[in-house]
């Protein structure tokens, strides 16, 4: 479920001034300070942004058959599953497989209008979270909607599970739908977030793009005066050269 090259990142580096990008920053810091999390908002290409786009090639028959070497590998893991363990052991083993999960869960929700909404979340908060966050920016918090894996599409139903549990570590893409009951012909087709959100677009570029100080090689390059003063210092140095050896007073 994660995105290996998104469209977004293949960008443009353009000059950013100091002043633009302490804009962002604060901007940035406001909606921070709003929804409680660092947010990210960007649109998608239309080929990334289709639930379907996933390969149609498929695997060859054999891929699928049970060999003798599956057989054993089974039947050796049953084996040790059958080696007591006391309770103790156990924590300790789910203890130590804990510690080296990552801390953080980057989630992707892909709207129906090509934008995507990132956040950062705690692999241990529970998808509750995720959906209060979208009740915050969506245009529509009055309509019911839902939220879905793909492929295959299996509809997110168990918000208390944590982000560990769901398999969004270290991230994942969810899929966003406005739930419209079956025979309405009133489906919503505006916009999936709000406009301050949407303002968002590209902030983070800009607040990390400020224009630098120019270096004081790049300044003396710059300055007019300073290579032609140079250059005629050296010139009257030239000038003043002693007599040469072969004038005889």
Not at 77 to 101: F, G, N, P, V
Not at 112 to 135: G, R, Y
Not at 147 to 153: A, F, G, M, R, V
Request: hydrophobic share 35%; charged share 30%; aromatic share 10%.
């Amino acid at each position: 479920m994660i995105e290996s090259s998104p469209s977004w990142k293949r960008r443009r580096f353009i000059a950013v001034s100091p002043m633009e990008s302490e804009l962002a920053k604060g901007k940035l810091a406001a909606a921070r300070e709003k929804y409680g999390r660092d947010i990210r908002v960007f649109e998608t290409s239309l080929a990334s942004a289709t639930p379907s786009n996933v390969s149609d090639t498929e695997e060859a028959d054999d891929f699928y058959e049970f060999t003798a070497e599956d057989y054993f590998r089974v039947l050796a893991s049953k084996k040790e599953d059958k080696h007591l363990k006391t309770k103790k052991i156990r924590e300790a083993e789910e203890a130590a497989r804990r510690s080296r999960i990552p801390k953080q869960a980057v989630i992707r929700v892909r709207f129906p209008d090509n934008f995507t909404l990132e956040a950062s979340f705690h692999s241990s908060e529970t998808l509750q979270t995720l959906f209060d966050l979208l009740t915050k920016v969506i245009a529509r918090s009055d309509l019911p909607f839902y939220l879905y894996t793909t492929p295959p599409k299996k509809q997110i139903k168990d918000f208390s599970q944590d982000f560990y549990s769901a398999g969004f570590v270290p991230g994942a893409i969810v899929y966003f739908s406005y739930g419209v009951p079956k025979g309405d012909d009133g489906a919503y087709t505006g916009p999936s977030l709000q406009e301050e959100v949407v303002s968002l677009k590209g902030l983070e570029f800009v607040a990390q793009e400020a224009a630098p100080e120019p270096t004081p090689v790049e300044a003396a390059a710059m300055s007019p005066s300073v290579v032609p003063e140079q250059t005629e210092q050296k010139r009257s140095e030239k000038k003043q050269v002693g007599k040469p050896k072969w004038l005889k007073m």
